[in-house]
Nanobody, 124 residues
Framework: QVQLVESGGGWVQAGGSLRLSCAAS????????MGWFRQTPGKEREFVAA?????????SYADSVKGRFTISRDSALNMVYLQMNSLRSEDTAVYYC????????????????WGQGTQVTVSS
């Protein structure tokens, strides 16, 4: 059983940056592909970014964040990060960290483990 805890959310002005962190425990972290998703009230949870298992050589991004967000992982520390630059008001959401065994994916149904989420608010 994998436990995930997000941190790093907060309030930022448009154009600013935030770095989200996700701490994993309870499993062999390097074997899990990791993803970031986000959700706003009344909308479905949407894919933001994913990174492959082991060394994380492969990444994938939603078109809406490509070129602005960067996902990374540190398997020695059991951490995954989401660096968010050039933030926009439409990036305001609760951001969730997720894990699935081995292969990368972009659908919420493909992920087995979820954190509780961290709020990101971008003010214009």
């Amino acid at each position: 059983q994998v436990q995930l805890v997000e941190s790093g959310g907060g309030w930022v002005q448009a154009g600013g940056s935030l770095r989200l962190s996700c701490a994993a425990s309870g499993g062999t972290f390097s074997r899990y592909a990791m993803g970031w998703f986000r959700q706003t009230p009344g909308k479905e949870r949407e894919f933001v970014a994913a990174i492959s298992s082991w060394s994380g050589v492969m990444t994938s991004y939603a078109d809406s964040v490509k070129g602005r967000f960067t996902i990374s992982r540190d398997s020695a520390l059991n951490m995954v990060y989401l660096q968010m630059n050039s933030l926009r008001s439409e990036d305001t959401a609760v951001y969730y960290c997720a894990a699935r065994y081995f292969s990368m994916a972009s659908r919420t149904d493909d992920y087995n483990y979820w954190g509780q989420g961290t709020q990101v608010t971008v003010s214009s």
